[in-house]
């Protein structure tokens, strides 16, 4: 099974600040990786999807890189509705899906 | 509008069965693959099962196989989970998905306690 690690577990920074979020995969997934936002007591909301692609309707200060095992999210300019817990998720496994263990952001 | 409802969450003892119901709308539900994803109560999300679009495939993550049946009627655009021999590390809020490649759309959830 294709294991997935995130880094950092969590970080705190302030409104304006550039925040990077790195997942590593135990095997290469090519571009098989999603990236999503959860906030407290609500569903999670996609991001970014084959590793770099922008889901419609999402801030274009996320971004997204990486192919085979190693990906970042990267939030060019923090503000305060960023507040949330996020998670990678790897889709390269034919069904079989494995999220990360998500990086907590605050300000 | 593109919209999942949960419903069928509840109290139940282990060893208890319980079934969950997605109800789906705004897009074509029989073209999709759809999929349930869990989240334990402080902790990570957690993929269970998806479902071809005919339902005609299923796939499990290894610690629900043999417990847990994923369902789908697509004449009521509905998905269902039938839990069956239900454990206490099954308690969580269960999400159902529309699933693209990757899951884009989520419901709002359902939570499921399984204690005596």
């Known amino acids: 099974d294709i294991q997935m690690t995130q880094s950092p577990s969590s970080v705190s920074a302030s409104v304006g600040d550039r925040v990077t979020i790195t997942c590593q995969a135990s095997q290469g997934i090519s571009s098989w990786l999603a990236w999503y936002q959860q906030k407290p007591g609500k569903a999670p909301k996609l991001l970014i999807y084959a590793a770099s692609r922008l889901q419609s309707g999402v801030p274009p200060r996320f971004s997204g890189s990486g192919s085979g095992t190693h990906f970042t999210l990267t939030i060019s300019s923090l503000q305060p509705e960023d507040v949330a817990t996020y998670y990678c998720?790897?889709?390269?496994?034919?069904?079989?899906?494995?999220f990360g263990p998500g990086t907590t952001v605050d300000i | 509008e593109v919209q999942m409802v949960e419903s069928g969450g509840g109290l139940v003892q282990p060893g208890g069965s319980l079934r969950l119901l997605c109800a789906a709308s705004?897009?074509?539900?029989?073209?999709?693959?759809m999929t349930w994803v869990r989240q334990a109560p402080g902790k990570g999300l957690e993929w269970v099962a998806n479902?071809?679009?005919?339902?005609?495939?299923?796939f499990y993550v290894d610690s629900v196989k043999g417990r847990f049946t994923i369902s789908r009627d697509n004449a009521k655009n509905s998905l269902y989970l039938q839990m069956d021999s239900l454990r206490a590390e099954d308690t969580a809020v269960y999400f159902c998905?529309?699933?693209?490649?990757?899951?884009?759309?989520w419901g709002e959830g359902t939570t499921v306690t399984v204690s005596s």
């Open positions: 998720l790897q889709a390269s496994t034919l069904h079989l899906f494995t």
């Open positions: 479902i071809k679009y005919d339902g005609r495939e299923t």
């Open positions: 998905a529309r699933l693209e490649a990757y899951m884009d759309v």
């Open positions: 705004g897009f074509t539900f029989g073209d999709y693959w």
